[in-house]
């Protein structure tokens, strides 16, 4: 499976930005998705995720009430709405899918497969 990520882009900080991720197979949306992002000079860290029904998700504390993780199964697609941006969360954001079914995983280690990644740059 591949993911191609987009949506990225420079906002002023309390702004908002749609995150896409489209998978190149039906099988996609089988599959659990996460987002996961990166800042320079930091380790890869959990966002958001979503489970293969879209009826279970899970956010970092950093991000809950401001970002929602959604899917679109139909169009093998999942989403990371973001709100009320902040100068921190600047980084390269990254979809994954885990061919594990079941769960809402949150940790890099369960993912398969991976996104080019999107840069979002928040400004203050």
């Known amino acids: 499976v591949q993911l191609q990520a987009c949506g990225g882009g420079l906002v002023q900080a309390g702004g908002f930005l749609r995150l896409s991720c489209e998978g190149s197979?039906?099988?996609?949306?089988?599959?659990?998705v996460g987002w996961f992002r990166q800042a320079p000079g930091k380790e890869r860290e959990f966002v958001a995720a979503?489970?293969?029904?879209?009826?279970?998700?899970a956010y970092a504390d950093s991000v809950k009430g401001r970002f929602t993780i959604s899917r679109d199964n139909a169009r093998n697609a999942a989403y990371l709405h973001m709100n009320i941006l902040k100068p921190e969360d600047t980084a390269v954001y990254y979809c994954?899918?885990?061919?594990?079914?079941?769960?809402?995983?949150?940790?890099?280690?369960?993912?398969?497969?991976w996104g080019q990644g999107t840069q979002v740059t928040v400004s203050s």
């Open positions: 994954a899918a885990a061919r594990a079914r079941f769960g809402v995983p949150v940790t890099t280690t369960a993912y398969n497969y």
């Open positions: 979503i489970g293969w029904s879209g009826g279970s998700t």
């Open positions: 197979e039906r099988t996609f949306s089988g599959y659990p």
